[in-house]
């Protein structure tokens, strides 16, 4: 009876993916994480500092998209 809600199944768009963790993941500007994050229980503020939202809501992963 579980389904899915708020969830992106397509590849998440950073910038460099490595897998040992020590990639870049800030995101691109076509990645579907933007502006598809939740709010329960979000940081203010992504890891970089910047203040959340800085779209139409905020985006999934430790960064905020900036343009």
Same mark, same amino acid.
């Given at each position: 009876? @579980?389904?899915?809600?708020?969830?992106?199944?397509?590849?998440?768009? !950073? %910038?460099?993916?490595?897998?040992?963790?020590?990639?870049?993941?800030? @995101?691109?500007?076509?990645?579907?994480? %933007?502006?598809?994050?939740r709010w329960?229980?979000?940081?203010?503020?992504?890891?970089?500092?910047?203040?959340?939202?800085?779209?139409?809501? %905020?985006d999934i992963?430790? !960064?905020? !998209? @900036?343009?």
């Amino acid at each position: 009876g @579980l389904t899915h809600a708020g969830t992106v199944a397509a590849p998440p768009g !950073f %910038i460099q993916y490595d897998p040992d963790g020590e990639g870049n993941y800030h @995101l691109t500007a076509d990645s579907p994480a %933007i502006d598809r994050g939740r709010w329960i229980e979000a940081p203010m503020s992504d890891y970089d500092g910047v203040p959340r939202p800085q779209g139409q809501g %905020i985006d999934i992963g430790p !960064f905020e !998209f @900036l343009p």
